[in-house]
Structures are given as C-alpha cells and as structure tokens.
C-alpha cells in the first residue's frame, strides 16, 4: 500500500495575516516554524477571544516566539479613515485597506443586540439605482483578513466601552456571492467557537440573487440568508436590481426553494418601498403570491434618500397599508426602521462621506 496523502501545507502571503488564517491554518504554520501546536490556539485566542491590538499584549507567549511574530506580522487592525456617529447611536468608520482602497462597517446598537454591518467589496458592480453604493465603480473584492478585520476592530471597539457584539449581517458594500472564496472563509472564521464565536443563526448573509452562487453558498455557509427582492414583477426588478435581467424571479424562486434550512427557519426578503414604483396594494398582493410555498420573513424598509437619488420614499401610511396586506397572508413581516440615515450608514446610502469618494476612482475599477 502507498502512503496516505498528507495535507497542503498552508504558506501564508508576506506581511503575515493571521486574520486571514483559519485555526487550521495557523497550527499548520506553527508547525511549520518548528513550534508547539498549541503556540497556534494561544495566538489565536489572544486575537480573538482576547482582542489584543497587538503582538506585545499577547503575555503568555515566550519573548522570542512574540519577537518572532512582531517581525512578520502584519497590523491587526484597520487604520480609521474617518468615523461618524448617529444622534441614534450607529456609528460608522471607513476603513482603510492600504491600496487606496476603502471599505465602510456600521455598528448599529440595540437593546438586545449589537449588530455589525459587514462589507465584502469596495464599491459594487450591481448599480441598483436606489442604492448610493451601487453608484460607485467596483475597486475590487476585500480579502478574507479585511472582512475578518472588520468584525474584530468594530468587537474590540465595543468591548472597550462594555458594549456586546451579537450579531454580523453581510450588508454593507458589494455583493458577498460575487466574493464567495473571501467570504467563506471570513464566515469560518467569525464563526469559530473558540475565537470570536458568532452563532450561525447571528450571522446572515446578504444577497441581491446571484443565483449561480447560491446553491455552493448554501452547501457550505450555515447561515442566516437575506435576500434583496424589491420588486416580485420582472420589469420593474430589471430597473431595480438589474442584476435580475441576468438571473430574474422564476430562477430566484428556485435558488430559494433551494436553498438548506433548519427546522423553522426563513429566508428574509428586503423590500426597501419606493414612492409609486413598487409601493401599492396590487404591489403587495402579488408579493404575498409570489412567496407561496417559501418559509420566509418580509422586511419592509423605507428608503433612505442620498443627494441625487432619483426615487422618493413611501409615506408612512401607504407602508403600514402595504404591511397590513402581506401580514394578514400570515407572512411575518416588519418595517425595519431606518439607522444611522443623518451620517449616511442606513441601508443603501454607503459610499463613503464627503470628500473621500476619491477612493473610489473609476479610473481603477474592476469588474466583477
């Protein structure tokens, strides 16, 4: 009999991430280096259990191995290009990841919760018009470490003040399925029980409706799922989400139907109303069909107008209307209140605050 295969070995990129390994691979590199296993479970639990800002925190560790770790690690945390509060208390950085390239991560406070809203991409190539992100250019997929990074500096920043971290929803900039690799990975890694130890039903991952990517995020990520709908009528989703024209109801209701859920889950739909385009009672009736059949949630939420947007929200009486229709189909639906919308961090307004929108340049952009 021939040998059994041995595992890869993990080589890590130069600077050293450890916010871009997994513990795995952080015990591969340890032993690697000729160290103990266990040097691994302690490093990883003083960066995230322990939040240490720094290699000179970690004090259980020999002066040598931190030496060691000093020389080729890289910062593990985030530089702050600018940080906005809320007279409601979310808060708001914008994160730099070195290149010229920014990210935006919102803390929203609550009584019961604190919930970080997470980015896996600078910029976005999805354009939805009632979005200010989907106005910018794609620079490029944030890696596993920027998004990793992201829940860390926002967990060791409330920790400071006594404030808990409960809950990651990837919501902020870009689409998460069109950086699957990263995403998994950074997934993995929020979740892991001995480090930062975000439960799967914390964590909810959102989606405009790639569905080409849903069913491998489904067999890998036991998460929470969101999906933006906005509209249940092709023509009118083309000009929301014009993603759809590519991927459009019928294949969504499939990929959700799909998708692996755990006894009473639901898959939430976002349903941000817009004055006279996808606001009416009919609008409502024909969402209340199209959802026959999927164990889901309705999140109704107002839009949050950003300078130049080309839409008005809903007054409020036509979305209590519009809730009442899809609540007595016996679907749970809630109006989710805006956060944050006086420093441009409620849902739809990220891009960045006024006079940084350099950072994202169209002279660099990527596509998706």
Request: neutral net charge; contains cysteine.
């Amino acid at each position: 009999m021939g040998a059994a295969p041995t595992a890869p070995v993990f080589t890590p990129s130069a600077p050293l991430r450890l916010t871009d390994m997994t513990r795995e691979e952080l015990t591969q590199l340890m032993i690697a280096w000729g160290e103990k296993p266990y040097r691994a479970q302690q490093a990883w639990s003083w960066v995230y259990a322990r939040l240490a800002g720094t290699v000179e925190e970690m004090t259980d560790l020999s002066k040598s191995f931190r030496a060691r770790l000093a020389e080729v690690i890289a910062p593990l945390r985030p530089p702050v290009i600018s940080h906005r509060v809320s007279t409601d208390g979310t808060e708001k950085w914008l994160l730099d990841c070195g290149d010229g390239v920014a990210a935006e991560t919102v803390f929203i406070p609550d009584e019961e919760r604190g919930t970080v809203c997470v980015s896996s991409q600078a910029g976005c190539s999805l354009a939805c018009p009632f979005c200010r992100t989907g106005t910018l250019p794609l620079r490029r997929n944030l890696t596993t470490a920027e998004i990793v990074e992201q829940v860390l500096f926002v967990r060791a920043t409330m920790a400071a003040r006594g404030v808990r971290v409960t809950n990651v929803v990837l919501m902020g900039m870009g689409e998460p399925l069109y950086n699957l690799a990263a995403v998994t990975r950074a997934v993995r890694i929020i979740m892991d029980n001995t480090g930062l130890a975000i439960g799967c039903r914390k964590l909810t991952l959102s989606t405009s409706g790639v569905v080409n990517k849903m069913e491998e995020a489904g067999l890998n990520l036991n998460v929470n799922l969101a999906i933006s709908l906005h509209s249940v009528r092709d023509a009118v989703r083309d000009q929301l989400v014009p993603i759809n024209r590519k991927f459009n109801l019928a294949a969504l209701r499939r990929a959700a139907l799909a998708w692996p859920m755990r006894g009473r889950d639901r898959i939430t739909w976002e349903y941000v109303l817009l004055d006279g385009v996808n606001d009416s009672l009919q609008d409502a009736r024909e969402l209340v069909n199209w959802l026959k059949g999927i164990p889901s949630k309705v999140n109704l939420l107002a839009f949050n107008p950003w300078p130049g947007a080309p839409y008005a929200p809903t007054p409020r009486e036509q979305i209590l209307r519009f809730q009442e229709v899809v609540a007595n189909a016996g679907l749970v639906t809630i109006i989710r209140d805006s956060r944050g919308a006086d420093v441009g961090a409620a849902c739809g307004q990220l891009a960045g605050t006024a006079g940084e929108l350099g950072l994202f340049n169209p002279l660099h952009a990527t596509e998706a």
